[in-house]
Every structure is written in C-alpha cells, then in structure tokens.
C-alpha cells in the first residue's frame, strides 16, 4: 500500500524560500513518478513539477520552472520541491503525488493529474507580500 506524507509547508515573505518533503512508503522499486501539484483559492489544481523516482528525469510547467527545482533522494525515499524566490501568486495548497509503479511519465503527461494514482495530504503555503 503506497503512502505519501508531505511536509514543509508555511508562510513566509515574497522572495524567501521554501522546500517542501514527499515521504513515499509501499513501492518495491524507484520505477515510478513522483509529482507536485498545487490549488490556489478559487483555482484549478495545476501540474508544477514531476520527476521520476529515480532522479533521471524531470518536467517542469513552464510558469514555474525558473524558481522551482524538483528532486529525490533514493535512500530516503523522499521527493523534494525547493521553491525560490516566492511570489504572493504560489500561495496555495501543494500536493505531491505519485504514479503507479512501473509509470514513467514523459513531458506534459508528467503534469497531467489523472495520470497519478497517489497523493498526499496536502501542505499550505501562504506567501505575504
């Protein structure tokens, strides 16, 4: 039974920095793909970021790539999102979440919600200007 549990989340100023933590448990290889996802008030939940599990590959939505940077640690089983140079506008609730095993995900697929059969919990991010 595959499990995520997110950490990392908080309020902070615009132009501060913050990294969010996927714990993934219950996968028996790293042959999967991991993705953050995230719903601002009022909004669509969007695909900002996905990697696979083994760090080889990873897509970024293009309103974000320049400040966020996806990664994992394989020893830990843990998937990261550092986001840099917050906005007011990242203010949202983040979501991680991850394939079935054996899914790697290419390009815009990557960032599709549908294609993920796991998610995690959820953590805020709240940036004040």
């Known amino acids: 039974q595959v499990k995520l549990v997110e950490s990392g989340g908080g309020s902070v100023q615009a132009g501060g920095s913050l990294r969010l933590s996927c714990a993934a448990s219950?996968?028996?290889?790293?042959?999967?793909?991991m993705g953050w996802f995230r719903q601002a008030p009022g909004k669509e939940r969007e695909g900002v970021a996905s990697?696979?599990?083994?760090?080889?590959?990873?897509y970024y939505a293009d309103s974000v790539k320049d400040r966020f940077t996806i990664s994992s640690d394989n020893a830990k089983n843990t998937g990261y999102l550092q986001i840099d140079n917050l906005k007011p506008e990242d203010t949202a609730i983040y979501y991680c979440?991850?394939?079935?095993?054996?899914?790697?995900?290419?390009?815009?697929?990557?960032?599709?919600?549908?294609?993920?059969?796991?998610w995690g919990q959820g953590t805020q991010v709240t940036v004040s200007s």
């Open positions: 979440a991850a394939t079935e095993e054996g899914a790697r995900l290419y390009a815009t697929i990557a960032l599709r919600e549908s294609e993920y059969s796991y």
């Open positions: 219950g996968y028996t290889s790293q042959h999967y793909t």
């Open positions: 990697i696979w599990a083994d760090g080889s590959k990873s």
